[in-house]
């Protein structure tokens, strides 16, 4: 449960903090306590304890830029610092303060960007940036500013759409692209057909997987075919 998960992640994190002040120039218990932050600030979230959850999001941000300063070599660093932004700024939509959650997207994708600049196919930094701009998107779109919201959908499909290409066999590539067009608050940027395509193509890669078939359910349904619909709901239930 998400309790349970809390109090696990709580216990690691005092151990992480304790191997910190024993250790303190070793830098991969400092990422490990950061990761490990940001994961505990997740789970608060799913419990609605927002403002608890802002503040762990906060530190584990303060500490990845702390990690990117003292080790510029590690631009994983770097990336994780611009995810935890996002996250932030999804924090602050939940709540409702729309103009920070303005502001963190804005700073993950800069953030981002500098690292495509160093390292232009980078998949994990190209993924992190389409999620962002879908983010930032869905945002945009909820303050009624269509057309700003729109620059950032056209990138995070652009973006999805050179994933694709820089790894045509990819399952969580072609996921990722089917959950964009089938969610995206756009209608605009919608596409039943080729989402329905892309989800059966993750589908067949990873049968087992139930998220997949979810996603081939709901494709099913922006099509219009509400048998089809639930039958991958079915086989995702089991």
Request: proline share 2%.
């Amino acid at each position: 449960s998400p309790h349970r998960a809390r109090e696990e992640c709580e216990s690691g994190l005092r151990v992480l903090n304790d191997l910190i002040i024993l250790h303190a120039g070793i830098g991969r218990f400092r990422e490990a306590h950061a990761t490990n932050t940001v994961i505990f600030g997740l789970i608060l979230r799913d419990l609605n304890q927002d403002e608890l959850a802002l503040d762990a999001l906060t530190g584990a941000a303060q500490s990845f830029q702390q990690l990117a300063d003292d080790l510029p070599s590690i631009l994983d660093y770097k990336r994780r610092l611009a995810v935890t932004l996002t996250s932030l700024g999804r924090t602050f939509a939940k709540i409702g303060q729309l103009d920070q959650a303005a502001q963190y997207f804005g700073a993950s994708i800069r953030t981002l960007d500098e690292l495509v600049e160093q390292h232009s196919d980078d998949p994990y930094s190209l993924d992190s940036i389409a999620w962002a701009e879908l983010h930032f998107g869905t945002l945009l779109t909820e303050q009624g500013q269509a057309a700003e919201a729109a620059t950032h959908f056209v990138r995070a499909v652009s973006l999805r759409d050179r994933l694709l290409k820089m790894d045509e066999a990819s399952s969580e590539h072609a996921y990722n692209m089917a959950w964009l067009l089938t969610h995206c608050p756009s209608s605009d940027f919608r596409d039943a057909d080729r989402a329905f395509e892309l989800a059966d193509q993750a589908r067949r890669s990873s049968q087992e997987n139930p998220r997949y078939w979810a996603l081939k359910s709901l494709a099913h349904l922006r099509k219009g075919d509400f048998s089809g619909c639930a039958d991958s709901i079915a086989i995702a239930q089991k």
